[in-house]
């Protein structure tokens, strides 16, 4: 099993910055992909960045710009730091792991971002 645990969200005015952090514990052996998606209210859960174990990185063109996605492999942490942050990144953020084995994902409880105008 894997276990997947966000920190990090709040409250930041437009233009601010936050880094979100997400640890991974568990079975993780071989290739795979750590990321993160958004939720808005009343809208579907989307892609916003994902980091491989070889370090190829992908950005929604949303984000593209202003956050950037890292990891620790010793430490199976992935980061997002989000900077130049505005009122639609308000959402609730999902870590997610992949495992590229056993084609399975993996997701955390999710952390709130809000962004005030």
């Known amino acids: 099993q894997v276990q997947v645990v966000e920190s990090g969200g709040g409250l930041v005015q437009a233009g601010g910055s936050l880094k979100l952090s997400c640890a991974a514990s568990?079975?993780?052996?071989?290739?795979?992909?750590m990321g993160w998606y958004h939720q808005a209210p009343g809208k579907t859960r989307e892609f916003v960045a994902a980091?491989?174990?070889?370090?190829?990185?992908m950005y929604a063109d949303s984000v593209k710009g202003r956050f950037t996605i890292s990891r620790d492999n010793a430490k199976k942490v992935v980061y997002l730091q989000m900077n130049s942050l505005k009122p639609e990144d308000t959402a609730v953020y999902y870590c997610?792991?992949?495992?590229?084995?056993?084609?399975?994902?993996?997701w955390g409880q999710g952390t709130q971002v809000t962004v005030s105008s």
């Open positions: 997610n792991v992949f495992l590229a084995l056993s084609s399975r994902h993996y």
């Open positions: 568990g079975s993780i052996f071989g290739a795979n992909t």
């Open positions: 980091i491989g174990s070889s370090g190829s990185t």
